[in-house]
């Protein structure tokens, strides 16, 4: 009775914890516990309560006893994530390879391994781990991932193949801000407008886009659309000192050294320690 009580109990927590409601979902998985001890499921919800909490070590030993209890390969990749957090990357990877003997089809566990290998700087791993998910299942996510690392390394012409690959469709702005930076270190600059403006069709107030798209025209030498795309990411978003900055760059190239102090002073007042706006400042000042 006390067991099915605390299967009740933890399936109660699990419910409020997918609801970001995680003090409820403690007490829920306090309660379970004290019924039933050895229920791996309860030690593992316990541990991912933990992770949430960013107390790793406690979140780490909890997936441990499940794990004690029964041999899952979910529990040894919680128990890695944890790990990982701490900074014991190697000691997460052998978790994500113990994950692996117990069941070779893990996708989380391997999908972990690109993700550490990727953090880690071991990017030619990253990548091999990432093309054998695709072979598996050729999902956007995992092409993404791979075109991610191949512009980490700067081979724009293989990340652009790769995520030509996939059928960019509605709600893919990630996938066409991507595909504009990769045209424009190319110097495909009118490809990258036509990339960067599909990102921006689908999420118009998302910044990075938007800033790409005006670094794009500034390329293209149309230094009025680069400023106005400038100036509406500051109408969305007025406190924003790393655009003031750019801003700042754009008017010291055209020569209008008085705009060009407006905005770095506008970008100090509000981060007076930002480096890149200190340095022009200096520079300016000097040349007065």
């Known amino acids: 009775m006390d ?3 605390a299967i009740a109990l933890n399936n109660e927590g699990a419910s409020h914890f997918l609801n970001k409601e995680f003090d409820k979902a403690l007490e829920c998985y306090k309660q379970a516990y004290e019924l039933d001890s ?7 919800n316990l541990g991912l309560y933990y992770h949430q909490e960013k107390d790793f070590q406690k979140a780490l030993e909890f ?29 997460a990877a052998m978790r994500y390879k113990q994950a692996l003997k117990l069941d070779p089809d893990h996708k989380s566990a391997r999908v972990s391994l690109a993700h ?29 991932e791979l075109a991610k690392v191949y512009m980490q390394i700067k081979d724009w012409e293989k990340a652009l193949k790769n995520l030509h690959r996939i059928e960019v469709s509605d709600g893919d702005a990630l996938a066409w801000r991507m595909i504009g ?29 938007r800033q790409h798209l005006a ?22 978003d007025p406190e924003n ?14 020569g209008n050294m008085d ?23 200096q520079m300016l000042d000097s040349n007065q």
């Open 241 to 254: 000192h790393q655009i003031m900055t750019e801003l700042a760059v754009v008017y010291l190239g055209k």
């Open 38 to 44: 050895k229920n791996s499921s309860i030690l593992n």
């Open 3 to 5: 067991k099915e009580k």
């Open 259 to 281: 705009k060009a102090t407006t905005w770095l002073e506008k970008a100090l007042a509000i981060k007076p320690d930002f480096p890149k706006a200190l340095r022009y400042k």
């Open 181 to 209: 930076q990769c045209e424009y270190q190319l110097k495909n600059f009118g490809m990258a407008q036509k990339a960067f403006k599909m990102a921006l069709a689908e999420n118009p107030d998302e910044v990075e886009s």
């Open 63 to 91: 997936f441990e006893s499940a794990q004690s209890i029964e041999k899952k390969p979910h529990f040894l990749v919680n128990g890695g994530h944890s790990l990982a957090m701490m900074g014991m990357y190697e000691d």
């Open 116 to 144: 550490l290998a990727t953090h880690t700087g071991d990017l030619k791993k990253a990548i091999v781990i990432w093309k054998e998910l695709m072979e598996v299942v050729p999902d956007n996510t995992y092409a993404i």
């Open 215 to 236: 670094i794009n025209y500034l390329a293209m030498g149309d230094w009025e659309e680069g400023i106005r795309q400038l100036e509406m990411i500051l109408r969305m």
